[in-house]
C-alpha cells in the first residue's frame, strides 16, 4: 500500500481537497497546488500521464514540465463539472453510493479526502 494513503483519515471537509490530478490512478488529489507540483515527475508530466488537473471548484490547469521543475497553472475555459464529476466517480471505484452519481461535487471530493496527498 503507498506510503501517502492514509485509510483511517477522515475526510473533515472538501476545502482539504485543493487539487485533483487526472492519471491512469485514475486521479490524485492533493491539499496544495505546490504539493501537487513538487510530487509530479517531470518525466511524466512529458510523457502524458498527467493529462488534466482541476481545483475543487473544476476550473481547469494546465500541467506543464520546465526542465526539472513541474509547473501547475490555471487553465482558460470555464468550469468541468463533468469531467471533473466523471474523474471522481472512477476514484471511488465507479462504484457510487446510491444517488451519488448526481451529488454535489463538494460530497465527491469528501469522499476522496481519503486518498489525499500532503497538507
Do not use: K, N
Amino acid at each position: 500500500m503507498p506510503a501517502w494513503f492514509r485509510p483511517g483519515r477522515r475526510a473533515e471537509s472538501a476545502r482539504r481537497v485543493a487539487l485533483i490530478v487526472a492519471a491512469d490512478e485514475p486521479a490524485l488529489f492533493f491539499a496544495s497546488r505546490e504539493d501537487a507540483e513538487q510530487a509530479l515527475e517531470p518525466t511524466d508530466v512529458r510523457a502524458g500521464i498527467y493529462r488534466r488537473a482541476w481545483d475543487a471548484e473544476a476550473r481547469p490547469f494546465l500541467i506543464h514540465a520546465f526542465g526539472e521543475q513541474v509547473v501547475i497553472s490555471p487553465a482558460p475555459g470555464s468550469p468541468e463539472p463533468e469531467a471533473l464529476r466523471a474523474v471522481l466517480l472512477r476514484a471511488l471505484d465507479g462504484r457510487p453510493a446510491p444517488g451519488e452519481q448526481h451529488a454535489p461535487l463538494p460530497d465527491l471530493l469528501a469522499r476522496c479526502a481519503t486518498f489525499l496527498r500532503g497538507g
